[in-house]
């Protein structure tokens, strides 16, 4: 019996894959958690051999929560089911520990593959993934420049766009305003932008966000 845990800040979404997972005999529902915080405390219960966890959470976020428990809890598996697409996170994500990497567009049945698969120990790839791990050695003056963000960078610049304060996310990532700030103007630097706005536009225009 595999103990998956499901982390998604959207009720109907974790009732939905809840009711998928049970209707398979190997497979046992046996903690929910709404954000990052309450992911790193059923990690930290000990009930769950799979994490599936989205990334795009309020207050503590997925990427934060991933690297937090895989700092504490270095053999659990985790599995994003993300809603953004392969080619902005997953590759990141699998450098730091998750096991695997799904778009919540897939099939329910790989979403299952996936789960025995990380749960044998092994990574899950999806095609989409196996494409961008092949072509990493692709220059980077052929990829937009988001994707040459560092991970924090990258966490900054999207919370920023989705107007976020300064002050807010320094206390949500455990970061001083220092910092943040430092982060911000790194990421302005890189974009070649001029103010949160234009990185709320450049977002939206590069499906960052909605």
Sequence with gaps: MIRVGIVDDHAIVRSGLRQFLTEHVDLRVTGEANNGREALELARAGEVDV???????????????????????????????????????????LRHGASGYLNKECAPEEIVNAIRTVARGRRYISPAVAELLADGAVGEAERPPHELLSERELQVFLRLAKGETIGHMAENMFLSVKTVSTYRTRVLEKLKLASNSDLTYYALKNGLIQ
């Design 51 to 93: 994490l599936l966890m989205d990334i795009s959470m309020p207050e503590h976020g997925g990427v934060d929560a991933l690297q937090a428990i895989k700092a504490r809890f270095p053999d659990l598996h985790v599995l994003i089911l993300s809603g953004f697409p392969e080619a902005q996170y997953a590759t990141t994500l």
